[in-house]
T-cell receptor, first 108, second 113 residues
Framework: DAKTTQPPSMDCAEGRAANLPCNHS???????VYWYRQIHSQGPQYIIH???NNETNEMASLIITEDRKSSTLILPHATLRDTAVYYC?????????FGTGTRLKVLA | DVKVTQSSRYLVKRTGEKVFLECVQD?????MFWYRQDPGLGLRLIYF???????EKGDIPEGYSVSREKKERFSLILESASTNQTSMYLC????????????FGEGSWLTVV
């Protein structure tokens, strides 16, 4: 499975868009990009995933570059409840490799 | 909504005890997983099951066993608990197709004293 690189931490003002980057330069053709988040003491929560095209759901948007070597998770209007650790995972199988993620802090 | 339910949120067990962690999912998923999460080490896969009575070892199976007698239920067993098994344990499930999403339970905090 491809390795991902994420910044260790980010701050975002409440109500603004939070843009979380992820590099996955060794991604292969059949591997999806998944995003999860984990709020302290809880299990990881699925956010969104994609293969090639940009994706949007009620929680977030996922922008994948044309060469698929990087992606950005966008939370359009961040709230205090979005404070969490965000994990970017690249996988083509059941085996997900979780890195250390980005600790997003939404500031009032 | 997908529901993955872990039977115990917090447990304290003694060294040498046999420990059962139970997990149930209500989405008819083929795949079920057990992970443990430790500070600085992230999530590590212990065991995986892709069908009833089928199992595969993950990255850290030593000291653990699993049981899947019914599709919706996946149990993690610590045959003889040790202090280095103090951790948060996460159960998860998914459909068996490409691009499948893994859904996690809330986690079970196990302390072995």
């Amino acid at each position: 499975d491809a390795k991902t690189t994420q910044p260790p931490s980010m701050d975002c003002a409440e109500g603004r868009a939070a843009n979380l980057p992820c590099n996955h330069s060794t991604i292969s053709g059949n591997e999806y990009v998944y995003w999860y988040r984990q709020i302290h003491s809880q299990g990881p929560q699925y956010i969104i995933h994609g293969l090639k095209n940009n994706e949007t759901n009620e929680m977030a948007s996922l922008i994948i570059t044309e060469d698929r070597k990087s992606s950005t998770l966008i939370l359009p209007h961040a709230t205090l409840r979005d404070t969490a650790v965000y994990y970017c995972i690249v996988s083509g199988t059941y085996k997900y490799i979780f890195g250390t993620g980005t600790r997003l802090k939404v500031l009032a | 909504d997908v529901k993955v339910t872990q039977s115990s949120r917090y447990l304290v067990k003694r060294t040498g005890e046999k420990v059962f962690l139970e997990c149930v999912q209500d989405m008819d998923h083929e795949n079920m997983f057990w992970y443990r999460q430790d500070p600085g080490l992230g999530l590590r896969l212990i065991y995986f099951s892709y069908d009833v009575k089928m199992k595969e070892k993950g990255d850290i199976p030593e000291g653990y066993s699993v049981s899947r007698e019914k599709k919706e239920r996946f149990s993690l067993i610590l045959e003889s608990a040790s202090t280095n098994q103090t951790s948060m344990y996460l159960c998860a499930s998914s459909f068996d197709d490409s691009g499948n999403t893994i859904y996690f339970g809330e986690g079970s905090w196990l302390t072995v004293v």
